[in-house]
């Protein structure tokens, strides 16, 4: 598989030391690599409203006009898979990464060895967007990616499947349905399963996921579910 990444940050020394990290990681590998470089969030922007083909996305969170935070929701409205790489200078933004299910934050002065990790997990997240569910719906088969999945419910004998792109209604049993997923999901009541990395917010009573929606927690999950989430992180 070649993986299209994109170097974004105001900084010319900061990003072509990223590049040189990303492309010293690529080789070393013996990954086929396409690595774009932006001076701005704009140039960007404009390079992916023609081809939205961007694996993974290496960001400055600050810079001039569209910040990093921006452009990355701005991707995330219509691409689930996207690995986001926040690199910043500053703590205060990491409750941003929730809103659009930030891989990871690299702290300025990148450290080579961290980022290559990072890399190195991209990588087998991306792997595992490749795999899919089916669902059987009045529409016909759907095969819906499992990256994709922010959360599903049950529904008397049905399965409502919310993700990224729209929500799906499957008559399957419940359980079955679960045992599709992987260790990225967990199931915070009887009747819910969320993904993980679409998790924006989590209180004793229910989780806020990234689309705004609510879904409740069983009594005394929390700290299970707050353990799964920080190890997931």
Known sequence: MKYKIAVCDDNADQRKYIYGIADAWAKRNRHMTEIKQYAEAKAFLFDYAEEKDFDILLLDI????????????????????????????????????????????????????????????????????????????ADGDIKVSIADIMYAEAQNVYVIVHTVHGNYRSRMAFGKFCGELDETFFKTHRSFVAGLKYIRKITRADITMSNGDTIPISRGMYDEIHAALVKYL
């Open 62 to 137: 600050e810079m001039p006009e569209i910040s990093g935070i921006e452009l990355a929701r701005t991707v995330r409205q219509e691409n689930g898979a996207v690995q986001i790489i926040f690199v910043t200078g500053y703590y205060e933004y990491f409750s941003d990464g929730f809103d659009v299910s930030a891989l990871h934050y690299l702290m300025k002065p990148i450290d080579t060895a961290k980022l290559c990790a990072v890399l190195d997990k991209a990588v087998d997240n991306l792997a595992y967007r490749q795999r899919s569910v089916l669902l059987v719906t």
